[in-house]
């Protein structure tokens, strides 16, 4: 499994779980469990849902700024 979840899709993904099982415990209702599936794709940060579509809100390496040879320089 290639990640295909990035760091502001994660984060977007934990808040909307986290709400919905805040719900789900208010409300009393086993529909707050649904909850779980936002929370599991950002731990792992893969969604089966994307593979299909070929989305990916991971940087790439292009998008990545290149690093030079022998390293990072100290500040």
């Not at 579509?53 to 290149?66: D, L, M, R, V, Y």
């Amino acid at each position: 499994m290639k990640a295909n979840i990035g760091t502001v899709d994660r984060v977007v993904r934990v808040i909307v779980g986290l709400v919905i099982i805040g719900a789900g415990i208010y409300f009393r209702s086993w529909w707050g469990l649904i909850g779980l599936l936002p929370l599991l794709t950002a731990g792992i940060r893969f969604c089966p849902v994307y593979v299909p579509f070929g989305i990916s809100t991971c940087k790439t390496e292009a998008q990545k700024p290149p690093i030079p040879p022998g390293g990072p320089k100290p500040a």
